[in-house]
């Protein structure tokens, strides 16, 4: 079945870690995207990635880093320089197209849930 | 300025009834699409429905529709016969076509169904 998966489920980070949140799609799609979800909150964009080897940051990127080598993997760095870690962390993905909901959907994984301890 | 906003933090209903969400967005694109996601409390993220700028119709997916009037900027959710299972937080999202392919999210509406 065609989706997107995220490991692990829950994160447990010491304070001064750096901790790596996995996000693969097997959708063929061109852009993925990182999420951050706090409690009772929408969620803030983080980094974004439209062809890989690029990628552009979000409204939050700082303490944050990511790569994308393969179109198919966009994990997530959350390091230490990252002050309030502890969230929910959704991946997306997506293709390019700018009308229609076929081609401007962005499917979710099912999140990570990160907490500081 | 937000460019999404969700004025309801809460809003309950009864079994069967309809009940509307309400979103208003702001944009100088004239090329943008609105989505609207549920997220029940496991935390997944299920797309709903969709609607183009420039799509002369509502959208409709089963119970859900969305009424869009484009010159209030508003893009409001009707969810007709409200199931339990409908009791979730609700997001509505824009896609500005300018900026690229990122979703700019509202802070959501809790819906509460009893029976």
């Known amino acids: 079945d065609g989706g997107i998966t995220q490991s692990p489920k829950y994160l447990f980070r010491k304070e001064g870690q750096n901790v790596t949140l996995s996000c693969e799609q097997n959708?063929?799609?061109?852009?993925m995207y990182w999420y951050r979800q706090d409690p009772g909150q929408g969620l803030r964009l983080i980094y974004y990635s439209q062809i890989v080897n690029d990628f552009q940051k979000g409204d939050i990127a700082e303490g944050y880093s990511v790569s994308r080598e393969k179109k198919e993997s966009f994990p997530l760095t959350v390091t230490s320089a990252q002050k309030n870690p502890t969230a929910f962390y959704l991946c997306a993905s997506s293709g390019l197209g700018t009308s229609g909901r076929g081609s401007t959907e962005q499917f979710f994984g099912p999140g990570t849930r990160l907490t500081v301890l | 300025a937000q460019k999404i906003t969700q004025t309801q933090p809460g809003m309950f209903v009864q079994e069967k009834e309809a009940v509307t969400l309400d979103c208003t967005y702001d944009?100088?694109?004239?090329?943008?699409?609105l989505f609207w996601y549920k997220q029940p409390s496991s935390g997944e993220m299920i797309f709903l429905i969709y609607q183009g700028s420039y799509d002369q119709q509502n959208a409709t997916e089963g119970r859900y529709s969305l009424n869009f009037q484009k010159a209030r900027k508003s893009a409001n959710l009707v969810i007709s016969a409200s199931q339990l299972g409908d009791s979730a937080m609700y997001f509505c999202?824009?896609?500005?076509?300018?900026?690229?392919?990122?979703?700019?999210f509202g802070k959501g509406t809790t819906l509460s169904v009893s029976s």
């Open positions: 959708l063929n799609h061109d852009a």
């Open positions: 944009t100088s694109d004239p090329s943008y699409g």
């Open positions: 999202a824009m896609r500005e076509n300018q900026a690229g392919t990122a979703l700019i």
